[in-house]
Every structure is written in structure tokens, then in C-alpha cells.
């Protein structure tokens, strides 16, 4: 399958002081593998993506210890995507959204620091619908006793800082039209060990309803459940950080337990898939992370991450994606001259078929400023993923019989060049 992407888009910017506005409008097409992967369901036909964004912001200062902030918001979306190889079929689905929040910060005195906020939503669906391409007719409601969906929270958070010590605690009232009342709690605390040295500890939780598609939806291929329950987490974090005048390394491990999180799951005897929540389960992590820079010359940076499942009940949660990743970026400059390196590599992991094997990405670049009457000039030529790996991505959302893995992040070997003019 040719891939292709067209991308149109429209940007404003204004600001004013404290007012800030900005507005965006946008249109993005590209194929896709079809509604149930094949040519026959519009597999390699483009799908349209449109979308409108206009918000407004305001940050400014009530006298000397009082800071307020608030923004209101509108984004709308809507696509478009065939059903079948001659296009005469196609879904059409859209909504939009209207958001607003107000959030004060008070200086309570030099070492404590209170803040309150609301915030305020409405999710309106403009529907999901099979259509008639040729006369241009409703062939079926997709989304099924969907509706308007309001819900507004209400926050409060204080920090204390003392000798070193920095503690952040807040919670957020959360109240749906659909789900009732909701409280989540955070509580942070860093100790400084030295200037150049921290330890940071994080506790939090988190609560997600359901969308109107995973509610709603009501389509041969897949179909909601009005009886879903929000998703909630709760985790532990525990960081080192430390530091010199050119390195800089931190050590991260974590402890989480999720409870009724959502997924889409296919039956032996094949479509339509079901949305469900999963029976509880934890998960465990570290990250260690590396940093050097000598000025504007030598830049590198090493990240390493181990995500892993705890128990029987986190195996098909997490059998997906890799347990083992390695990131690495180097970039070196001298007189005008650069050359960089960027790589990435993950471990085995199961597909939807069959196990996809270890992989890896590496992209160079080299480039060169001149100078031409008083302006820079930048050259840069980029060689993306020099081992032409696929990169796949096991393909766990569909579940079909003829798809184990996506290759959706590496787009071939390619040799790009560009060029700049700096005024």
C-alpha cells in the first residue's frame, strides 16, 4: 500500500499584555489500512481530518502577591473516511467541545504558596454515521443514545517550602453529568541534598470516564458499553537527581495499581469487538536517564526504561509493548560544522499473530552555516533510519485475522536536505 499525507494548516497569534488569543484551522489527509484492513474496506484510500481551535488566555497580576489566570476555549473535529474500495460508502463523524477555567494563586507569605482553580466542559457529538456517497443519504446511526456530556471540578493545592524541603499537596473535585462525583488527590515533596543533588517522591491519582465512543458506539466491527466504569490509578515515585557543571543523571522508579481500565476485545468467533474493563492490576517501572553538554560543542544524552506488569493479571495489559527501551542522542559542533545521531532501540514484544522481534532505529545528520552578505545560511542533510527498519507497532486495537503489526514510526530509509536562510 502507497502511503500519503497532505497537511494544510493556519496559525494566529496575538497578544496583548496579559490577553493572549490564538486560532488555528486545520486539514489532514492520509491513507489508512481501511475500516477492517483490507482493499476491498478502503484500505490505501486517504481520510480526511478537519478541525477549527480559538482560545483565549488571560495571565496577570492582582497586586504584589496574587496571580490569576484563566482561558476559554472552542475546538471543533470532524472526519471522513471511506468504507469500500470505489468510495461510494463512507463514515462521516464530528464533534466539538467549549472549556473554561479561572485559576488564582496566592502568596500566603514567602515559604507558602496556595492555589484554587475550577474549570468547566461541555463534549458535544455531532454523531458517527454510515453514508451514501452517490445519493448522498444516512445509511446508519453509528453512535447510539449519545448525548451532551458537562462536568466541572474544583481544585486546591498548597506548597510549603522549607530548608530544602518543598512539599506540593492538592486535590480536585471532579463532578460528570454521566459518572456523579470524583476526588483525586497528588501529593509531591523534593529534598535538596546540596546544590547540586535532589530526591523527589510523587503520589497520585487519577480518574478517567468513559468516551462517547467506548459508551455508544454500535457498528459491526465494534460496540460500546453503556455500563463502563471510569478508569482510576494510583502511584508511587521515587526519584534521585544529581548533577555538575556538564553532567546531569537521574535515577526514576515507580509502583502503580490501575483499576477498571478500559480496552476493546475480540471474541473467538471474530467481530463485532466489545469494550470492557479489565480486572485490576499493577505495574512497576525505572528510568535512568544521562546528560552531558560542553557548552554549545558536545551534547549527549542516554535514557534507559524498563516497563513491566506485576502478577497474572497485568500479562495481556502489557504483553504488547517493550519491556526493555533505549534512547541515545549525540550532536557535536565546531567552527560552523555539526555532526549528530539519534537512535532508538526496544525490545521484543508480542504482536496480535505473532511475536515481533527486537528493533532498532538510527538516524545521521551532518550540517554546515555560511555566511552570504551579512545572513546565515544552514545546510543540513539528514539520513533517516540508515538501517531501513520497519519499526512495527503490534496491532492490538482491531484484533483482526489478517494483521499482526503496523509499521506506522519509521517510513523507510530517507535522505533529506534542507536548507536555511537566517536575516
Known amino acids: 500500500m502507497t502511503e500519503r499525507y497532505e497537511s494544510r494548516n493556519f496559525n494566529l497569534e496575538a497578544r496583548y499584555r496579559s490577553h493572549s488569543v490564538f486560532v488555528n484551522g486545520f486539514q489532514y489527509d492520509h491513507t489508512f489500512f481501511g475500516a477492517s484492513p483490507?482493499?476491498?474496506?478502503?484500505?490505501?484510500?486517504?481520510?480526511?481530518?478537519?478541525?477549527?481551535?480559538?482560545?483565549?488566555?488571560?495571565?496577570?497580576?492582582?497586586?504584589e502577591r496574587t496571580r490569576l489566570k484563566g482561558s476559554a476555549s472552542y475546538d471543533q473535529f470532524e472526519r471522513e473516511f471511506p468504507l469500500s474500495l470505489d468510495q461510494t460508502n463512507y463514515i462521516n463523524l464530528a464533534g466539538d467541545r467549549a472549556f473554561a477555567d479561572l485559576v488564582g494563586i496566592f502568596d500566603v507569605n514567602e515559604r507558602t504558596h496556595l492555589e484554587v482553580g475550577a474549570t468547566a466542559e461541555n463534549r458535544h457529538s455531532d454523531g458517527h454515521d454510515t453514508r451514501d456517497a452517490v445519493q448522498d443519504t444516512l445509511v446508519r446511526h453509528n453512535l447510539v443514545g449519545d448525548s451532551d456530556v458537562f462536568e466541572w471540578s474544583a481544585h486546591a493545592q498548597l506548597g510549603y517550602d522549607f530548608s530544602g524541603l518543598n512539599v506540593l499537596a492538592g486535590s480536585r473535585y471532579t463532578n460528570n453529568d454521566l459518572y456523579g462525583d470524583n476526588v483525586a488527590s497528588r501529593v509531591s515533596a523534593v529534598l535538596g541534598l546540596g546544590a547540586q543533588r535532589s530526591v523527589k517522591a510523587i503520589w497520585g491519582q487519577s480518574f478517567r470516564v468513559?468516551?462517547?465512543?467506548?459508551?455508544?458506539?454500535?457498528?459491526?466491527?465494534?460496540?460500546?458499553?453503556?455500563?463502563?466504569?471510569?478508569?482510576?490509578?494510583?502511584?508511587?515515585e521515587l526519584a534521585y537527581l544529581a548533577g555538575t557543571d556538564r553532567f546531569f543523571y537521574q535515577v526514576l522508579g515507580y509502583y502503580a495499581h490501575y483499576r477498571d481500565l478500559i480496552r476493546r476485545v475480540t471474541t473467538e468467533s471474530g467481530p463485532p469487538s466489545v469494550q470492557e474493563n479489565v480486572a485490576a492490576f499493577d505495574s512497576r517501572g525505572i528510568e535512568a536517564e544521562l546528560r552531558y553538554q560542553n557548552g554549545d560543542r558536545t551534547r549527549l544524552f542516554l535514557n534507559y526504561t524498563l516497563l513491566d506488569g506485576v502478577g497474572p493479571g497485568a500479562e495481556d495489559n502489557f504483553r504488547y509493548v517493550a519491556r526493555n527501551t533505549v534512547k541515545m542522542g549525540?550532536?557535536?559542533?565546531?567552527?560552523?560544522?555539526?555532526?549528530?545521531?539519534?537512535?532508538?532501540?526496544?525490545?521484543?514484544?508480542?504482536?496480535?499473530?505473532?511475536?515481533?522481534?527486537?528493533?532498532?532505529?538510527?538516524?545521521?545528520?551532518?550540517?554546515?552555516?555560511?555566511r552570504v552578505g551579512g545572513h546565515s545560511v544552514k545546510h543540513m542533510l539528514t539520513l533517516k533510519n540508515v538501517t531501513d527498519s520497519d519499526m512495527l507497532v503490534a496491532e492490538y486495537i482491531r484484533q483482526t485475522a489478517n494483521v499482526n503489526s503496523l509499521a506506522t514510526t519509521a517510513f523507510g530509509r530517507r535522505l533529506i536536505y534542507s536548507v536555511s536562510l537566517e536575516f
Open 210 to 236: 468513559p468516551t462517547m465512543f467506548e459508551l455508544y458506539f454500535d457498528h459491526p466491527t465494534v460496540v460500546g458499553n453503556p455500563a463502563l466504569q471510569p478508569e482510576r490509578s494510583e502511584s508511587w
Open 38 to 63: 483490507s482493499y476491498v474496506s478502503g484500505g490505501g484510500q486517504m481520510v480526511q481530518n478537519r478541525g477549527l481551535l480559538a482560545a483565549y488566555r488571560y495571565d496577570g497580576r492582582l497586586g
Open 330 to 370: 549525540l550532536n557535536y559542533r565546531v567552527r560552523g560544522v555539526s555532526v549528530g545521531a539519534l537512535g532508538k532501540a526496544l525490545s521484543g514484544v508480542d504482536g496480535h499473530l505473532a511475536r515481533i522481534p527486537a528493533q532498532y532505529l538510527l538516524d545521521l545528520n551532518a550540517g554546515f552555516v555560511q
